[in-house]
């Protein structure tokens, strides 16, 4: 067999087995010395980017121990890592154990890619998908000190995803906490650089992203005390209508007899009227 056969798009047999999840097809050729480092030619894709694609761990542990090139880019400057971030990595596609295998192997988490999106950006760009497998990605990237604060080409940041994050109060939290974190690192950094290296524009850059997150987190802290001000309204609003029904079947209750007599009064006026008199 020609282990070194490429198809039209460029895949080898060892990019197919790794895409695959065929962990005994690639131990197989990866002892016969087949060349395991390489760019297909219609992507940039490499063999890990075709296991992290697959979602299997045990090729991505196997081209790792292989020496395999961690950090490896496609033709869109993606790694590894950045590509099991997109998409919404779950335990049902894989992708979140191949992208917690990345991150233990030490993947650069905070590579971006041509578009300048990092790992924190890419996981939170498709919303919240499976609330756990998003929040331990999370974790583990944040563990790390991926940025949140970190723009991409058009300006956004994974902090500016706040908002979306509510229905998972749990990721919700997590980032909150991870906007406060960086903008004090942030703050310390710029205390601690000599003044004569401190470059006017990042200065600006910086203070403006802080600004933005800032003012995103108290509108988003503004919302939920909003939020919980209604429900509690909602609610003794319930219980004092509740309180009126009850006062108002009870009242209806003791005048039931008395208003049911009169009420039988009106519709026979000629019960309790006296007799006419018998002829003689």
Request: aromatic fraction near 2%; hydrophobic fraction near 35%.
């Amino acid at each position: 067999a020609r282990a070194g056969f490429e198809d039209a798009d460029g895949s080898t047999p060892l990019y197919a087995a790794a895409f695959q999840g065929n962990a005994a097809c690639l131990d197989l050729m990866l002892r016969h010395k087949v060349t395991m480092y390489y760019h297909r030619g219609k992507d940039g894709l490499t063999p890990l980017h075709a296991a992290v694609l697959g979602g299997s761990k045990e090729c991505v542990v196997r081209l790792l121990e292989a020496g395999h090139p961690i950090d490896a880019l496609d033709a869109e400057k993606q790694t590894p890592l950045l590509a099991a971030s997109n998409g919404g990595p779950c335990g049902s596609n894989g992708k979140k154990e191949c992208l917690l295998e990345l991150v233990k192997a030490g993947a650069d988490v905070k590579a971006a890619d041509a578009l300048g999106r990092n790992a924190m950006q890419l996981l939170l760009l498709q919303g919240i998908g499976c609330p756990t497998c998003t929040c331990e990605c999370a974790e583990r990237l944040l563990e790390r000190h991926a940025s949140v604060l970190h723009p991409d080409a058009f300006g956004k940041t994974a902090a500016q995803h706040l908002g979306d994050m509510k229905p998972a109060p749990k990721l919700y939290s997590l980032l909150k906490r991870a906007i406060k974190r960086e903008t004090l690192r942030n703050k310390l950094q710029r205390a601690e650089e000599p003044e004569e290296r401190v470059d006017a524009g990042w200065l600006a850059e910086q203070e403006a992203q802080a600004a933005e997150a800032a003012s995103a987190l108290l509108l988003a802290e503004e919302a939920e005390k909003a939020a919980e001000a209604q429900r509690k309204d909602k609610a003794k609003r319930k219980r004092r209508s509740a309180k009126q029904r009850k006062a108002h079947g009870h009242a209806k209750g003791e005048g039931g007899s008395q208003g049911g007599d009169e009420e039988q009064d009106r519709a026979d006026p000629e019960r309790d009227s006296p007799s006419p008199p018998l002829p003689d």
